[in-house]
């Protein structure tokens, strides 16, 4: 059964000192990150994944609560070296306007890591029944969304903690962004454009 944040600060944290936690939370990510590297090298989720991210025509990423942060990093790795990747955000971009607006070689990139998002599974869902063809970022093999999927990146999160870790899924979306440009034909040509925008527009501090 999934832990709520607070279930897992009773179990893991309360009534622990700083440094034993610390420990605690150090031994566990260094394990946990091994089993993830090995994870990485084992299974083709990721390489699939990014095959079918590269040939889509767009590239809409989801994900609600926590799983928000994941999705647009994933989406701020993709633009820099694709064109048509558009954050579903609810502000700039609405969930509405994308399901009503399917088209032939449309991708969707849910993440959606426990707790579920009751959001992300509906969207997901909804956008699959239209037509769409889905792309999914979870955490167990029997999640929300798992059967719907086209391709799905099963991650695993433990912790030491009262939250989920992050390392597991960073890695993930490391290695799912990097493939995917990796396999653009434009990408490099995208990115030295950027490099100049960027350049030119005066966008980060000197170096000293």
């Not at 000192?17 to 420990?23: G, P, R």
């Not at 031994?27 to 090995?38: C, D, M, N, S, Y």
């Not at 969304?145 to 990146?153: D, F, G, H, R």
């Amino acid at each position: 059964m999934t832990s709520s944040p607070s279930e897992r600060f009773d179990r893991n944290v309360q009534r622990r000192s700083a440094q034993v936690l610390k420990q605690r939370v150090l031994e566990q990510q260094r394990a946990e990150f091994g089993k993830a590297l090995a994870w990485a090298a084992e299974q083709d989720s990721i390489e699939r994944a990014a095959a079918l991210i590269v040939s889509a025509r767009r590239r809409y990423l989801l994900g609600y609560g926590k799983s928000h942060s994941y999705a647009s990093l994933l989406a701020a790795d993709l633009s820099a070296g694709l064109s048509g990747v558009h954050l579903v955000d609810g502000a700039a971009l609405r969930s509405l306007d994308v399901l009503g607006d399917i088209r032939q070689g449309d991708l969707l990139v849910a993440v959606s890591m426990s707790r579920y998002r009751r959001e992300t599974v509906e969207i997901a869902s909804s956008y699959v029944r239209h037509g769409g063809d889905l792309v999914l970022v979870t955490d167990a093999e029997d999640a929300p969304l798992a059967s719907l999927a086209a391709v799905k990146i099963v991650i695993g999160a433990d912790t030491a903690s009262y939250a989920n870790s992050p390392a597991s899924v960073v890695l993930a979306l490391h290695l799912l962004a990097t493939l995917t440009i990796a396999s653009s034909k434009g990408a490099g040509r995208r990115l030295r454009e950027r490099d100049e925008l960027a350049l030119e527009l005066g966008l980060y501090a000197e170096e000293p």
